[in-house]
């Protein structure tokens, strides 16, 4: 029988960062004064799950939430709401081994390599710090468990003595990709691991994600502000507007019949790529602050389609058609 628990599954995920009123304000709020928290919604009742060896894509503009949803599942951030859980057994109640163990299952690849890379340690110490910290590798075996990583990744063994600034930015990628591998991870969250990169990179390591897949049965959630990265390599795409998910589903359904307003919009602006140049549209109209997001659907006042309604109602995520839900006004009518 195929065993269909999601590896991970986030469930009605909430994250808010802000500020509670502090005592003094309390006090005056005693005479009369009305100060309230102030929070951002950074993640709003997200669920998402993610099977075994698939490759779900997160997609939305800048302040979506997507990076800080990759940040929870990845556990470098604790939900104020929601439950998470890993092969269907709840996170937060595991044993602090069986946590610690999860944690190096899910390892997460940042966007600017760079800047997570120690500037003083040599590459063969960056990619084998943590699995001779966490006990997975004698210290007397790390230059070969370094050189058969980086072949893994596509890097020239002599390189394992260099320091990060003296890698380009492609071969930085492959080293923040070496070091997340080193521990055995079954899942990889990549934070717009290619954003960075020149287009012809970007292509090179992508086929690398993908060729690391096939080879290591790996599981991904690539995140990413650009719906054209995640095409050729999501079974599943998930649009996050404002901290909400509004539209989810197979890769081939949401290129082929996207539903949501949103999507539409961000396919219709995907970045052209001519020859070596690649220029991006945003959507247009501007991302409304998270702080005071829009009423209703948040994504009213940039919609060409918006009603009355659309202010004064959040649209429900629903099912539009197997595997497929969007969020949406438009379709109660259907
Ligand atoms: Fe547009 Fe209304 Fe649908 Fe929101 S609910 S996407 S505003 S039509």
Not at 20 to 47: E, M
Not at 112 to 117: I, N
Not at 126 to 140: D, K, M, N
Request: aromatic share 6%.
């Amino acid at each position: 029988m195929i065993d269909q628990t999601p590896l991970l599954a986030l469930d009605g995920i909430t994250k808010r960062f802000g500020q509670p009123v502090d005592l003094a304000h309390r006090l005056l709020n005693k005479f009369g004064a009305n100060h309230a928290d102030q929070y951002v919604y950074a993640v709003n009742d997200v669920s998402v799950q993610v099977a075994s060896k698939e490759v779900v894509g997160l997609v939305g503009e800048s302040g979506c939430g997507k990076s800080t949803l990759g940040r929870l599942a990845v556990g470098l951030l604790k939900p104020d709401a929601g439950t998470r859980f890993w092969r269907g057994e709840n996170l937060d109640k595991m044993t602090e081994a069986e946590q610690r163990k999860v944690r190096l299952s899910v390892q997460m690849i940042f966007q600017d390599p760079y800047a997570s890379l120690n500037p003083r340690m040599r590459a063969v110490d960056t990619v084998t710090e943590a699995p001779i910290q966490h006990g997975l590798l004698a210290a007397r075996e790390k230059k070969t468990f370094a050189q058969s990583l980086f072949a893994k990744v596509g890097l020239a063994p002599e390189m394992m003595e260099r320091y990060p600034h003296q890698f380009s930015g492609g071969q930085r990628s492959r080293l923040g990709i070496a070091r997340a591998l080193a521990v055995n991870p079954e899942f990889l969250v990549c934070d717009e691991a290619v954003a960075a990169l020149d287009v012809s990179i970007q292509a090179q390591v992508l086929n690398l994600f993908m060729q690391l897949r096939a080879d290591l049965d790996l599981t991904y959630l690539f995140i990413s502000h650009d719906l054209g990265v995640v095409r050729h390599l999501a079974d599943r795409v998930v649009i996050m507007y404002l901290g909400r998910v509004v539209e989810e589903g197979t890769g081939a359904e949401i290129f082929a019949r996207a539903n949501h307003p949103y999507t539409q919009a961000l396919l219709s602006e995907m970045p052209v790529i001519r020859l070596e140049r690649k220029t991006y549209h945003p959507v247009a109209g501007e991302i409304p602050s998270p702080m005071h997001p829009p009423s209703g659907c948040h994504f009213h006042p940039r919609c060409p389609h918006a009603m009355p309604r659309c202010a004064e109602q959040a649209p429900v995520l629903r099912e539009i058609a197997p595997g497929h839900r969007s969020s949406c006004h438009l379709n109660d009518s259907q």
